[in-house]
């Protein structure tokens, strides 16, 4: 069951109706044979496919939370990474499995030095998002981040541990300071969403980076541009454009600006003007 599920999610047949039968055999096997029913991999499996399927079937996720609890000293650092991915994506919040993962993470020796750049950005947004904002998780992890190579992390990884660390209130100036650099390092990587939530997260964490958000201004006025070039142009070059951008990433955007103080008047005026044509 757990790898039908995962199949059909990485295969991207997404289909509902399918995905709630699967959620009714997964059940059915958990409370005829038991929370054991299942290994570490086949429980983060079956939550992930559910997850990447969009399927939120509450029922599944408390007794997969079970299951879980059952063999949390089985997962490795992906496992436990990608579960709690897997319950923050659907919404599902189980605070009993969070505490027990979060206690897996940072009392296990040398758990946190298993996780990659991708775990930890998982990890980092899963709990935030699921506002479970445990200060000795984000501690250890703000130590592992620390430990990495920032370069190793992506830019979505970039945006998304700044924004977990500012919603969990957990501020770290040094951190802030690293993930201002490497991010100005990747804005050409970021997209819409990355952009708005660096934004967010820097002005939530009340961190001012003047070179960051001078960066962030010069990459939301170039879409700006590329936005203005397409209307005269039928080609599509791959440009970052404005409308890329929804009202969400635009309104966050310049709440950020303000927030901080920084006015810069082109960001405004071509967000104004975003806003306005829609």
Known sequence: LANTAWAFAK????DDQLFAQLARAVQALLESQGDTAFNSQEITNTAWAFATASHRDDALFYR???AAESRLEDFNSQGLSNTAWAFAKVGHLDAQLCREMAKAVVNTRGRLEEFNAQD????AWAYAKL???DAALFAALAKAVHGHFLDNFNAQGLANVAWAFAK???IDAKLFASLGRAIEGRLDD???QDVSNTAFAFAKACHLDESL???LARRVVASASASADDDDDDDDDGRRRLEDFNVQD???TTWAFAKLGQYDTSLFTAVGASIKAR
């Open 11 to 14: 295969a991207d047949y997404l």
């Open 64 to 66: 997969l939370a079970r």
């Open 120 to 123: 930890l950005a998982n990890i």
């Open 131 to 133: 506002g479970q904002h």
């Open 168 to 170: 969990a209130g957990h």
């Open 190 to 192: 970021c997209n819409a």
């Open 213 to 215: 958000f001078a960066a």
């Open 250 to 252: 635009l309104v966050n």
